[in-house]
C-alpha cells in the first residue's frame, strides 16, 4: 500500500484564490511528521510546511497552511491568495521514526499546481 | 540563510562510467540522506547517514552505490558503473535533529547516462 497518496495529478486555480491539494497517509505508528514542498520548473526542493501527529493546532506558515485531520489520515496543504509564482509541482511527504536511526522521507506522486490570471 | 551545496548541478557521463556527486550539507546538521527523481516522477529514498555510517538503504541503493563523508564536510553519493536507469535528478538533504521542522535540500544534481 502507498504511504502517501495525493489524488490530483494537476490543478488549476485562479490568481488570488485558494486552493487546497489533497494529501492521505497511511502509517501505524503513532509518532510521525507531515512535510509539504514545493519543486518549482527550476527542480529544487523547496520545504514549506510541517505537522507533527501530536501537534493540535494546524500548522501555519504566511499563506500556506495544513488541515490535518489525524482521524482520517488527511494532512492537506492550504494556499490562499495563490500568485503567479506559486506554480510549480507539489509534494506531500512523511517521516516515521520506526524506520531507521536516520528516520527518511517518503514522499507522494505530486500535485502540479498552475496559477491562471 | 544555510544551505545544501550539491555539484556539480549537471553532468553527463557514459554508460559504465563511474560517477561522484557531491554535497555540503549545514555544517552543524547530523543527519544526510541522498534521495533520486527520475525526470517526471516521484521523489525516492536512497540512503540516510548518521554518526558516520550508513543508518538505511533503499532496494535502489544496491552494491553500485556508496556514500562517504570523507572530511566531515562533504558528503558523496558513488555510482561506480552508471546505467542508462541511473538517470535522474539526486538531491542531498541533511537535517540537524528529528523533531519538528524541514530537512534542507540540496537544488541537486542533473545526472544523464548517454
Known amino acids: 500500500a502507498q504511504k502517501i497518496t495525493q489524488t490530483q495529478p494537476g490543478m488549476f486555480v485562479q490568481e488570488k484564490e485558494a486552493v487546497t491539494l489533497d494529501c492521505t497517509y497511511d502509517?501505524?505508528?503513532?509518532?510521525?511528521?507531515l512535510f509539504w514542498y514545493k519543486q518549482p520548473s527550476s527542480g529544487e526542493m523547496i520545504f514549506l510546511i510541517y505537522q507533527g501527529s501530536y501537534d493540535e493546532q494546524n500548522a501555519t506558515e504566511g499563506r500556506y497552511s495544513l488541515n490535518f485531520q489525524k482521524a482520517r489520515k488527511s494532512a492537506n496543504l492550504v494556499i490562499s491568495a495563490s500568485q503567479l509564482g506559486d506554480s510549480a509541482m507539489y509534494f506531500c511527504?512523511?517521516?516515521?521514526?520506526?524506520?531507521?536511526?536516520?528516520?527518511?522521507?517518503?514522499f507522494g506522486t505530486g500535485t502540479r499546481l498552475q496559477v491562471t490570471l | 540563510e544555510p544551505e545544501v551545496t550539491q555539484t556539480p548541478s549537471h553532468q553527463v557521463t557514459q554508460m559504465g562510467q563511474e560517477v561522484i556527486l557531491r554535497c555540503v550539507p549545514i555544517?552543524?546538521?547530523?543527519?544526510f540522506y541522498w534521495y533520486r527523481q527520475i525526470l517526471g516522477q516521484k521523489v525516492e529514498f536512497l540512503v540516510s547517514?548518521?554518526?558516520?555510517?550508513?543508518?538505511?538503504k533503499s532496494e535502489i541503493f544496491d552494491d553500485q552505490f556508496s556514500v562517504e563523508r570523507p572530511d566531515g564536510s562533504n558528503f558523496t553519493l558513488k555510482i561506480r558503473s552508471t546505467k542508462l536507469e541511473d538517470s535522474a535528478m539526486y538531491f542531498c538533504?541533511?537535517?540537524?535533529?528529528?523533531?519538528?521542522?524541514?530537512?534542507?535540500f540540496g537544488s541537486g544534481t542533473r545526472l544523464t547516462v548517454v
Open positions: 547517514f548518521y554518526n558516520n555510517e550508513i543508518s538505511e
Open positions: 538533504a541533511s537535517t540537524i535533529i528529528l523533531g519538528a521542522g524541514g530537512y534542507t
Open positions: 511527504a512523511m517521516r516515521e521514526f520506526n524506520t531507521g536511526t536516520a528516520s527518511k522521507l517518503t
Open positions: 555544517s552543524n546538521h547530523l543527519y
Open positions: 502509517t501505524s505508528d503513532q509518532s510521525y511528521g
